[in-house]
């Protein structure tokens, strides 16, 4: 079964910082990019970061550049959204989210994890 499991999330006042963690199981990690997509009330789904499988290339959305970060630890099939310098509009729910390529857009999601919410005070 596959599975893409998030953690990490939570409330934060604006300023703070949060990691997020997903463990991928029942897939070949190795092969697939990983991403972070976001979901706002009444907003779509926006592509926040992605990491390529071949050369760990990170891809940043222009809002979070310089304030996320994102890393893959292939040995522990994990990938990590480092988040620092939180504003009230980074509050959604986060997906994590594997695909053939790495910058990710949803279509091209082949496995989805449930998310995590991530709220941030002002």
């Known amino acids: 079964e596959v599975q893409l499991v998030e953690s990490g999330g939570g409330l934060v006042q604006a300023g703070g910082s949060l990691r997020l963690s997903c463990v991928a199981s029942g897939f070949t990690f190795d092969d697939y990019a990983i991403g972070w997509f976001r979901q706002a009330p009444g907003k779509g789904r926006e592509g926040v970061s992605s990491?390529?499988?071949?050369?760990?290339?990170?891809y940043y959305t222009d809002s979070v550049k310089g304030r996320f970060f994102i890393s893959r630890d292939n040995a522990k099939n994990t990938v990590y959204l480092q988040m620092n310098n939180l504003k009230p509009e980074d509050t959604a729910v986060y997906y994590c989210?594997?695909?053939?390529?790495?910058?990710?857009?949803?279509?091209?999601?082949?496995?989805w994890g449930q998310g995590t919410q991530v709220t941030i005070s002002s």
């Open positions: 989210a594997a695909g053939p390529i790495a910058v990710l857009t949803p279509p091209e999601v082949k496995y």
């Open positions: 990491i390529s499988n071949l050369d760990g290339y990170p």
